[in-house]
């Protein structure tokens, strides 16, 4: 079995109700942070880790992921003919290579668990990465390049770990890592959304995976959990001591873009650090700053 991780998942068929209305009739994952959809952020990130092949899991109404990774001929030739050299160079660079992108439905959004359930035929056997586009994560270095590279020294599982505040841990799945301290941590445990006060440790499981291809018979019994979805945290945990398991607290911030705050302070924070925008940015918050009470 080839260690490198050549396959990524992308579950987009979620319901995105914290968004609505903006998300009746648009995924989630098309709203843009400054002019990008965050799905074209994950996309990215995965490239460059050296991911070759793009699993999309989505849903009803998710078309338009579809149409923002294929070429748009008629658009193309009309920036071509305007000499929006630019604009023409960024939309090329959007489109994934032909053969190189698959897109399988879930058809009930049951779960996290059950979306990446739905792509094990593409996968198949060799390990694999899931990235949760609504996780936006600003690194120099990107989280899944970081996180291949641990892999390629554990082998193994390897999963993002952040800290996050006690009153938070109930939100997240929380690693317990038997108080070990450092970047990367053998997990010995892991527990989805615990309620307030139970959780082993602050260290929350972000959206960025690299998994073995185990995971899909522990998933292939459909078992419920926390909010009567099929959770892919307890399928991992199911994994835990029967193969390397990592939680690796990589270097950047990640911003809840599934959230309507997060997803705001993502929209700043990835302006700021723009060239063209951000003392404009700047300029902007310094106004807003001066009028507020
Ligand atoms: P969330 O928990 O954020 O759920 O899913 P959601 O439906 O997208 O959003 P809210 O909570 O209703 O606002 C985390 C990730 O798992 C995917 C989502 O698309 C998102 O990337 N997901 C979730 C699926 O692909 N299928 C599911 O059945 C559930």
Not at 108 to 130: I, K, M, S, Y
Not at 152 to 170: F, K, Y
């Amino acid at each position: 079995m080839t260690s490198r991780v050549r396959k990524a998942i992308f579950p987009v068929g979620g319901m995105g109700t914290r968004f609505l209305p903006a998300t009746k009739a648009m995924p989630k994952e098309m709203l843009p942070v400054v002019d990008r959809p965050l799905i074209q952020y994950a996309v990215d990130e995965a490239r460059a880790a050296g991911i070759e092949q793009f699993i999309f899991v989505t849903g009803r109404g998710k078309s338009a992921i579809e149409d923002h990774f294929d070429r748009s001929i008629e658009l193309e030739a009309s920036l071509e003919e305007c000499g929006k050299s630019s604009e023409l160079f960024d939309l090329r660079e959007s489109v994934l290579e032909p053969g190189n992108i698959a897109y399988v439905r879930q058809q009930e959004p049951l779960g996290l668990g059950h979306a990446v359930w739905c792509a094990r035929h593409l996968v198949g056997d060799e390990p694999f990465a899931v990235l949760l586009a609504d996780d936006l994560i600003q690194a120099d270095v990107p989280c899944l390049r970081q996180m291949a590279d641990v892999h390629a020294e554990t082998g193994g599982n390897v999963i993002a770990a952040m800290e996050v505040p006690d009153e938070h841990t109930s939100r997240y799945g929380i690693i317990d890592c038997g108080g070990a301290d450092g970047r990367v941590q053998p997990v010995e445990g892991l527990v989805e959304k615990p309620a307030q006060g139970t959780a082993p440790s602050n260290l929350a499981v972000i959206g960025r995976y690299i998994l073995m291809p185990e995971v899909f018979a522990e998933l292939e019994r459909r078992e419920t959990g926390a909010g009567g979805e099929i959770q892919l945290t307890d399928a991992m945990a199911r994994l835990i001591g029967h193969q390397p398991f990592h939680g690796f607290a990589f270097d950047g911030r990640r911003f809840d873009c599934g959230d309507k705050l997060g997803f705001l302070e993502a929209n700043v924070e990835f302006a700021l650090a723009r060239d063209d925008l951000g003392p404009g940015a700047r300029d902007m918050l310094e106004r807003i700053g001066d009028v507020s009470p």
